[in-house]
């Protein structure tokens, strides 16, 4: 075993956790190199996001694009599963962070997953067109393919609650006027749009793109890896997930299940049944 000296040793726990984000000693933060007395008050919260994420502060256009991507995945009302399970949590005795621990953790692949599988659906998407291929070709290639073997959902595309996601058309509006502006490229909306024309073809039907279709074009237009894309969706979902948890707890009511008690839930097992009576002891071998 080699020994090591006192001063190898306090540099080794000191790179223990390496990090390029934050610099703190006695009276001084810096985020990034950036103090963060002048960080305070100059840049704002996506900016923060931005500049934690990526390690640069962004453009204003970059920061604008990210903002109105947060803003309508804060809330989708009481029956979205994070949500009820925060508000169940706080009548359950949690305090606020236990509430949204519980309703963050439900965000997985199938509530709450759409988004980053959606960012990637456009990057296999991407690489099957090419530099100077055609998105719809390659969506409809990529997609019959994902159906052939099974998968017949298209994450961030159709909506069980919206015939029209009200949020999609305002926000591709503010791509296209970043695409104006030079501010991202256009070729992640070309893709999104590319899908919707390959499901109509595929389907013969108008399958609309989502909340979760559209942020995962700007998330991909902005650069930002899928994995963070549902990182991203998190940040927002708990914006709505805290502002329920509070609202519930100012109603001051206990143990509220899913549904009210008034309303029975269906039972689907045997009919009522008595127990079988159990065996005569003196009947078993060994006995007369």
């Known amino acids: 075993m080699t020994t090591k000296t006192p001063e190898e040793l306090i540099a080794e726990c000191g790179a223990w956790w390496d990090t390029a984000i934050i610099d703190i ?19 704002r919260f996506p900016d923060m996001i931005w500049l934690m994420l990526r390690g640069e502060l962004p453009t204003r256009g970059q920061s ?20 009820a399970i925060s508000r169940m949590a706080v009548t359950c005795g949690l305090p606020l962070n236990g509430a949204m621990a519980s309703a963050i953790n439900v965000l997985d692949d199938v509530h709450g997953g759409a988004g980053q599988q959606c960012m990637e659906l456009y990057r296999v998407i991407d690489a099957a067109a090419g530099a100077a291929g055609d998105p719809v070709a390659a969506a409809t290639t990529v997609i019959r393919r994902q159906r052939d073997g099974g998968d017949k959902i298209v994450p961030g595309f159709g909506h069980r609650f919206h015939p029209i996601d009200p949020r999609t058309a305002p926000l591709f509006a503010l791509v296209a006027k970043a695409v104006a502006a030079g501010t991202v490229s256009g070729r992640w909306a070309a893709i999104g749009h590319a899908v919707e024309d390959a499901l109509k073809a595929i389907t013969g039907r ?38 329920h948890a509070w609202e519930q707890k100012q109603r001051g009511r206990r143990i509220m299940g899913p549904m009210p008690k008034e309303i029975p839930y269906r039972y689907s097992g045997p009919a009522r049944r008595a127990v079988p009576a159990p065996a005569d002891a003196s009947a078993t071998p060994g006995n007369d």
């Open 64 to 83: 604008d694009l990210l903002e109105a991507a947060l803003v309508p995945g804060v809330d989708h009302g009481p029956h979205a599963p994070s949500i």
């Open 206 to 243: 108008h399958i609309p793109m989502n909340i979760d279709g559209i942020t995962a074009v700007i998330f991909c237009e902005l650069g930002f890896e899928p994995e963070l894309g549902r990182g991203l969706f998190v940040l927002s979902r708990s914006v709505g997930i805290l502002a």
């Open 25 to 43: 000693h006695p009276g001084q933060i810096a985020i990034r190199g950036y103090p963060i007395e002048e960080l305070i008050g100059r840049v």
